[in-house]
C-alpha cells in the first residue's frame, strides 16, 4: 500500500528482456534506496513492483508481461525517470490518499497550461474508469496522488503546485504523454459492491 507522495525521481539503468517478462534496474538516491531490502514493495511510476536484489544505489525488479501491457513500464529505456515511493509502513503518515499500486489504465496527457503558479493538466482515460473520477476526490498518475478540479465524460483537470511539478516526473510531461492511472480505491470497492453481477 502506499499514498502516492512521491519520495523521489529515479532513473532507470537497465531494462532487460528476461524470457518475455523485464528486469528494470532503477538508481535513486540513498535515503530511498539504502532501506530496501529484497522482497520489499515499491511503486515506480505508481505501479507496484517487487525488490528482487539490490546495488549499493540502485535496485532491481521483474516487470510481467501483464504489467508491460496495462502499464507505462513497457516503455521504459535506460535513462527514463520514474517517480518512486517505498511503501507505506504502519505508523506512516497518509500524506495523499490509500493507493494499491495496481493500475487502472494508460492514460494521456492532452492539455498542460499555466494556472498562476501552478500547471493545469487535462488527461483522457477510457469511458469505462470516468465514473469513478468525482471532482474534488483523489487519483493516482504515475504515482502522484492529486485531487481532481474538474471530471468530465472522458477527461480530468488538476492542478500541480510547483513543489510537485519540480520533485516528480510530472513537470517533464508533455501534451501526448502517456501516465498510469489508478482510480481511488474507495470508488472502486464501492462500485462492486453496489453492482455484485
Not at 144 to 170: C, K, M, Y
Request: proline share 4%; net charge negative; charged share 25%.
Amino acid at each position: 500500500m502506499f499514498t502516492g507522495i512521491v519520495m523521489a525521481a529515479g532513473r532507470v539503468v537497465a531494462a532487460e528482456d528476461r524470457g518475455g517478462d523485464v528486469e528494470i534496474g532503477v538508481e535513486g538516491p540513498g535515503a530511498v534506496i539504502q532501506p530496501l531490502r529484497v522482497g520489499d514493495s515499491i511503486a515506480v511510476s505508481g505501479v507496484c513492483l517487487t525488490v528482487t536484489r539490490r546495488g549499493a544505489d540502485s535496485f532491481y525488479a521483474d516487470v510481467s508481461r501483464e504489467t508491460l501491457d496495462k502499464t507505462t513500464l513497457g516503455r521504459l529505456r535506460a535513462g527514463s525517470r520514474v517517480n518512486l515511493e517505498p511503501c507505506l509502513r504502519a505508523g506512516d503518515p497518509l500524506g495523499g490518499h490509500l493507493v494499491s499500486g495496481h493500475v487502472d489504465a494508460v492514460g494521456e496527457l492532452v492539455e498542460v497550461r499555466q494556472d498562476a503558479r501552478s500547471w493545469r493538466m487535462r488527461f483522457a482515460l477510457p469511458a469505462a474508469l470516468a465514473r469513478f473520477v468525482a471532482a474534488k476526490g483523489s487519483i493516482c498518475v504515475d504515482g502522484v496522488s492529486l485531487t481532481v478540479n474538474e471530471a468530465g465524460a472522458r477527461t480530468f483537470d488538476v492542478n500541480v503546485i510547483p513543489h510537485t511539478h519540480q520533485a516528480t516526473t510530472l513537470g517533464e510531461r508533455v501534451a501526448g504523454d502517456a501516465v498510469n492511472i489508478e482510480i481511488d480505491v474507495i470508488a472502486r470497492y464501492l462500485d462492486r459492491l453496489t453492482n455484485p453481477t
